[in-house]
């Protein structure tokens, strides 16, 4: 009667939102092999050469000079080092086929996934820093003026991008625990990631007979509910969604009234600057202050999908979890992902931390 009872549950159960059906599988994978492939390298091919023209242009006396620029470069050479980071994952999983994580990729991916991390909260806190740079400059100009005479350019941007940096790698601290190398002797003609450790993830690799191979393989830490779920949902999203966001919407509405009501001031009274130095330095806090503008639009446009993509895992973890739990039970297999949320992440390159530990 137990067997009948069981029988029957398994029956009923369904994975619900959480099982594609063929049709969107096939959709996806078309889809992702584009989107992931050709169009994520042309991208990144795109935005490394308008980084490097940046970093080129602005190491250039006299623009060299300005703080606000050499800060500019930072930003540049961070997004560098992620569009390289971006490509080199795009040519290894789709164009050259190595989606697997073993042998020399198990060493390589487990220096460059949380370098890919770091590298994009230190992009995010970079925006953040511009900001607040060019708010002291147009809201206390004296103040900020007076500060370039005390100490070099180069003191000042080490200690706006020293906090980046630190701040960078010790939230991203948990990622070196997250995975190990784990060395496997193999007999056999091919190794798969499922057979040989148990996890998701796929290996076409072909090896030698009595050779070994090296594989990178998630710690218990990093399967736990609690890593995913506070760490890799709510932390990241107040972390690197909602206080940038909120940062760079209340600072750059206030620089915008600033400088509105500078130019309304200037007109109402009729007043003009005394000297052409004068004149050149408004504007350049007007071209430094357009500039920042398009980089937090562009900062918007780029980061706003994968805040959706982490509010909608906060939202569902617990429906997940729980048919999760029963399915792993009654030994059916459920995705972990919606339709539009693969979708969705294809386009902003965000790997989910739900789905990313069983497939």
Known sequence: MENEHSFTIQENFTCGRWKLTQEEYDFQALHGFWIESLASVIVGIFGLIVNSITVVILSKKPLNQKLFNKLLICLSVF???FLANTIYESFRLHMIGESDYCSLEGHVLIVLLPFRKIVMYCSIYMTLVLTLERYLAVARPITHRNRSIGSSDGKRVLKYISPVILLSVAYSAPLAFAFRIQSFAINNSQL??????????????TVLENSTAYCLVPTDMRISKEYILWYGNVANFVVTSAIPFLFLAFFNCKIYLIIQSALKDR????????????????SEDLRQAIVLFGIVIAFFVCHALRMVLNIEEIITYEDWTQTYEKATKLGVDCTGDQFW???AADISKETGTRGSVKR
């Open 267 to 282: 007109q109402h009274l009729e007043i003009r600057p005394r000297s052409s130095t004068a004149i050149q330095q408004k």
């Open 79 to 81: 997004d560098i080092l």
């Open 341 to 343: 949320t693969m979708v």
């Open 192 to 205: 798969t990631a499922n057979d040989a450790l148990s996890v998701n993830a796929t290996s076409a690799a």
